[in-house]
T-cell receptor
Framework: GAVVSQHPSWVICKSGTSVKIECRSLDFQATTMFWYRQFPKQSLMLMATSNEGSKATYEQGVEKDKFLINHASLTLSTLTVTSAHPEDSSFYIC???????????FGSGTRLTVV | DQQVKQNSPSLSVQEGRISILNCDYTNSMFDYFLWYKKYPAEGPTFLISISSIKDKNEDGRFTVFLNKSAKHLSLHIVPSQPGDSAVYFCAASSGAGSYQLTFGKGTKLSVIP
């Protein structure tokens, strides 16, 4: 149980375009999902907390207009990188809190390359 | 200010020997600690966790030790296997409704056959 599906696993896009990344909890409902970003040789950095039915909470320094998060249902959160630039190239990972279990399940991650 | 620190960026261990990965933290509000393993281009996978009310938790080849007074925890892998080669992240969380994880920078473990 507690499977999280993240899609796509990798994407290449042109500068100026937008990319949507999906994070789905497959066998449980998730009111809260977290979006992380990893830079090469660096730790995971929390970008935002996605709350079902309400606005996401962004960490300091993360542009909310650039990284749009939508958590429209209890099983789906999306992260849209708008007007992508090469510096947005990174590895993005979602994490979901598992109900009734003090633990987290991570998605498989999305490698974004902006050219 | 980094609240979770993994001071060794890399570690090499011979197959069959013990791997010890260390983690220090500064926030005394942390009460739950987790270790994650990450292969390149994949999301982290949960390995083992420990609550602050314990000082040791064991699961197969993996054991986590917690020293609260020193604000230090360690992950022991014994015996180490080549498939254990990965980046290991230490993470911490505080209670009171906060479920966000604070990660260390990771330690790359290489197990040499």
């Amino acid at each position: 149980g507690a499977v999280v599906s993240q899609h796509p696993s990798w994407v290449i896009c042109k500068s100026g375009t937008s990319v949507k990344i999906e994070c789905r909890s497959l066998d449980f409902q998730a009111t809260t999902m977290f979006w992380y970003r990893q830079f090469p040789k660096q730790s995971l950095m929390l970008m935002a907390t996605s709350n079902e039915g309400s606005k996401a909470t962004y960490e300091q320094g993360v542009e909310k207009d650039k990284f749009l998060i939508n958590h429209a249902s209890l099983t789906l959160s999306t992260l849209t990188v708008t007007s992508a630039h090469p510096e947005d190239s990174s590895f993005y990972i979602c994490s979901v809190e598992v109900p009734n279990n003090y633990g987290y399940t991570f998605g498989s991650g999305t490698r974004l390359t902006v050219v | 200010d980094q609240q979770v620190k993994q001071n060794s960026p890399s570690l090499s261990v011979q197959e069959g020997r013990i791997s010890i990965l260390n983690c220090d933290y500064t926030n005394s509000m942390f009460d739950y600690f987790l270790w994650y393993k990450k292969y390149p281009a994949e999301g982290p996978t949960f390995l083992i966790s420990i609550s602050s009310i314990k000082d040791k938790n064991e699961d197969g080849r993996f054991t986590v030790f917690l020293n609260k007074s020193a604000k230090h925890l360690s992950l022991h892998i014994v015996p180490s296997q080549p498939g254990d080669s990965a980046v290991y992240f230490c993470a911490a969380s505080s209670g009171a409704g906060s479920y966000q994880l604070t990660f260390g920078k990771g330690t790359k473990l290489s197990v040499i056959p």
